[in-house]
């Protein structure tokens, strides 16, 4: 596994040993006749480097510590004690920070609490880079191992006959006689119950306190019922009538249901905590967009080196080739070409000259040049961008809904149930009613406990994502299922979503000689520049087999092209107006551009000597099963739209080539979550599909945002679902296993609900004046087991399911 620590540019090696210090990668070109003792160790990345050769040393605390790359040296400037030692434990949250649910967003309150609507943990508002472990994770996580080893020998003990292990007779043997096993239980269950369960039972309190009836009433009463019954029944059997009780002369307990019923609930709770953690990666990703350190100018000219946040607007800044532009601002100095799709998506990198605007997280390329800070830590871009993705993380909706809203009548109609069984048995029932309106109050609240229901949505959720990673669809949380099988309109990035992300040379077009020496002239002066757009020149020549020949003079104009002399001959290629500044006449080529450019595509022109030579085009090619998924998409009765920072002739002419039935063209980060917003304004359920950081607000804006699994990480992380394949028609597989799922889930509701549904008037003795028939607990607990059966079986459905 990689180093997280370790930055884009180091070396590889192997680890040093530990007791040699401070070094990073063995260089490849360093001493050969380096021993390993002599080698010192990164301490960021925790590789070899040479300290004969290494270019990058930084001093501190009167110790000099060697490293790989300017990347790990830039982050161990930002943070040495991170690196050296162990963490130092996170600041506490500012005073007066201000709280929500993330599953109730309107709740909100000063300092940490619980929701009053849910009962779950309320979490800070405010964007923080390290927050810490979550401490109702590390709760439940604890309190869940723990309690696992109790219930399963609780289980043992009370289903140890059904595997041959008659453990029950063994314990009643002893010299303790036929209580043995009911007090072992009550020993087992009570702390697994009362210490591992406890935070359920404020919460059930909680929400009969604040009238918000949800799972953890349920959860509460159940376990609660389950329990108390079990201990009256070990500690006060005599109270119960003789047709409550085994061959032993023992009453029935329930310790195991309460038990397990507490470790399955932590477990769910562990898992939903994890998968709601994993969407701060999405905020963590973008905060590292933003370089630690920059380099200040100094009045006099000089360069230091400063943390990014000690920087001020007008503050100079030299930005070096292949260093991240640290906040927002305007070039003041020099030149160079940005690669902005951290931002835009776009592959392309813009020209950048004095006066033209830099922002922060994008990536310089070969060129260097001095910015002037105007915009720094909130105002950037990027930090805007941090904010909504936590603002749209935050109004997500949760699954667990369809069981709370039948929790909302299922409870009081089962306290009410319960309650009139009570009186009801106690007024007119057989002697001694007490004793059987109390066993009758039990078997209802026993039958109707929650464990079914709790079960519903996780296993199918947990069957249904395992089904999905089979066909490369992972889904990172249950709501993305929920909502992925109601959308009717598809949001889709261009670049990376519908094409490749990469450009390719397409076409070809000779005026003044033949295609392979406009190919041959064109790589010939692209041979040595990084632009991907010269990246795909060079590779369209050397698939033709022709090889550059030498230039003189090469010189790059910003913004426009290049220019040198090849074979004694001035040859030129670059834009139109390149083309007019040296006086080349491309009338000859217009009208063939103007149709390339319909097309979608770049096109730059050749010149030798002043006379027009050629054209070549260069474009982003549609990935080879958009169409087809496009279709299969449009079959389903999807709307789609492309909204794209891409110019309006490239992405008409890519809309028109797939049938989508909307363009948005020029579109900003700012802008894409704007056009999520109209859509489910106007009432449209909506997905959004793309691959880069600009895509990551409307990627969590979106009722459900998918990322194509070839794209940036914080499009990853902002997602709810990922094609790994990056490929269109995983969202067509997507939307029939949500469609599946939804309607497993259902159905477990149905099969938890129906037991209780029939078993609750049964247990509170309605056949009784007619059949003598009066429902047992053990029987109660036989139907909520079964109910759970069926709820697993239902769900395992899912992984035999085609899609």
């Known amino acids: 596994m990689s180093d997280p620590h370790h930055g884009a540019g180091c070396c590889s090696g192997k680890p040093a040993p530990v007791a040699d210090i401070h070094v990073a990668h063995k260089h490849e070109h360093g001493a050969a006749e380096t021993s390993e003792a002599q080698l010192a160790r990164d301490p960021v990345c925790g590789m070899s480097v040479d300290p004969a050769t290494a270019r990058h040393v930084h001093a501190y605390e009167g110790q000099t510590y060697y490293f790989c790359s300017a990347g790990c040296k830039a982050k161990f400037a930002a943070d040495p004690q991170a690196y050296l030692g162990e963490r130092p434990a996170p600041e506490p949250m500012p005073e007066g920070t201000i709280y929500t649910c993330p599953m109730h967003p309107e709740i909100e309150q000063v300092g940490p609490g619980n929701c009053p609507i849910c009962g779950m943990a309320l979490e800070p508002k405010s964007v923080t880079v390290d927050s810490g472990p979550n401490p109702e994770l590390v709760d439940f996580t604890r309190k869940f191992w723990v309690s696992l080893p109790f219930a399963i020998a609780l289980l043992l003990v009370e289903m140890g006959s059904h595997l041959g292990l008659p453990i029950q007779d063994w314990l009643s043997a002893t010299r303790f006689g036929p209580s043995l096993p009911n007090v072992l239980q009550l020993l087992l269950a009570t702390p697994v119950v009362l210490w591992g369960g406890s935070s359920f039972f404020v919460r059930c309190w909680n929400s009969i306190r604040t009238r918000n009836l949800n799972m953890w009433t349920l959860i509460g009463i159940g376990v609660g019922a389950a329990y108390a019954y079990s201990v009256v029944a070990t500690l006060a059997p005599g109270i119960f009538p003789q047709g409550f ?21 932590l477990l769910g709770q562990i898992l939903e905590l994890k998968a709601r953690e994993r969407t701060s990666g999405a905020i963590r990703a973008l905060l590292d967009l933003a370089p630690p350190v920059a380099r200040r100018v100094r009045p006099d000219g000089s360069d230091e080196e400063v943390p990014v946040a000690a920087l001020h607007p007008g503050d100079r800044i030299r930005v070096r080739p292949g260093d991240k532009i640290a906040v927002d601002g305007a070039v003041v100095e020099g030149a160079s070409s940005v690669n902005e799709s951290m931002l835009t998506g776009e592959a392309m990198p813009v020209e950048k000259a004095p006066g033209d605007p830099v922002t922060a997280g994008t990536l310089n390329g070969s060129g260097s040049f001095i910015m002037e800070a105007k915009r720094v830590g909130a105002d950037t871009v990027l930090a805007r961008i941090i904010e909504m993705v936590a603002e749209a993380q935050r109004s997500r909706a949760p699954i667990q809904r369809l069981a709370d809203v039948f929790a909302g009548w299922f409870v009081p109609a089962v306290l009410a149930v319960a309650v009139i069984a009570f009186i009801a048995w106690a007024l007119v029932g057989p002697e001694p009613r007490l004793t059987y309106a109390l066993v009758v109050a039990v078997s209802v609240l026993i039958i109707a406990c929650p464990c079914a229901l709790g079960l519903a949505t996780p296993m199918a959720i947990m069957v249904g994502t395992g089904r999905g990673a089979q066909l490369g669809v992972l889904v990172k949380n249950a709501e993305a299922l929920e909502r992925l099988a109601s959308v009717d309109t598809l949001v889709l990035d261009k670049t990376g979503t519908l094409t490749e992300g990469k450009p390719k040379l397409t076409d070809v077009m000779a005026v003044g000689a033949g295609e392979d020496e406009v190919l041959r002239l064109a790589a010939s002066l692209e041979a040595g520049s990084e632009h991907p757009l010269a990246e795909a020149i060079r590779e369209g020549a050397a698939a033709r087999g022709l090889k550059p020949a030498a230039v003189d003079g090469f010189a790059a104009v910003s913004g426009k092209g290049v220019k040198g002399r090849i074979d004694g001959a001035d040859v030129s290629l670059g834009n139109e107006p390149f083309m007019r500044d040296l006086g080349v006449d491309v009338a000859a080529a217009a009208d063939r551009v103007a149709a390339l450019r319909a097309e979608g595509k770049t096109v730059v022109l050749l010149a030798r000597d002043r006379t027009l030579l050629g054209a070549l085009a260069v474009a982003d090619a549609v990935k080879p099963t958009t169409p087809e998924a496009i279709a299969a998409l449009r079959g389903q009765g999807l709307r789609i739209i492309m909204a794209t920072g891409d110019n309006e002739a490239t992405a008409h002419a890519v809309g028109r080539s797939l049938g989508i039935d909307e363009v948005r063209a020029g579109v900003l980060p700012e802008d894409k979550v704007d056009v999520i917003k109209q859509l489910q304004a106007g009432g449209a359920k909506v ?24 794209g940036s990480d914080v499009a990853l992380e902002s997602a709810g679902v990922t094609l790994v394949k990056g490929d269109l028609n995983g969202i067509v597989r997507a939307r029939k296993l949500s469609a599946a799922v939804m309607r497993g889930i259902k159905q477990n509701l149905f099969f938890a609900a129906i037991y209780n549904v029939l078993g609750v008037p049964i247990a509170a003795g309605v056949l009784y004046p007619v059949f003598g028939l009066l429902l047992s607990p053990i029987v109660a607990a036989a139907a909520m087991s079964l109910s759970s059966v069926s709820v697993i079986a239902n769900s395992l459905r899912l992984r035999q399911m085609r899609f």
């Open 687 to 710: 997905a959004m599909a793309g691959d880069g950081v600009n895509d990551a607000p409307a990627l969590s804006a979106a009722d459900v945002g998918i990322a194509m699994g070839t």
């Open 245 to 265: 009780r085994d061959h032993h002369g023992n009453v029935a307990v329930y310790f195991e249901a309460a038990a397990v019923i507490t470790v399955l609930v």
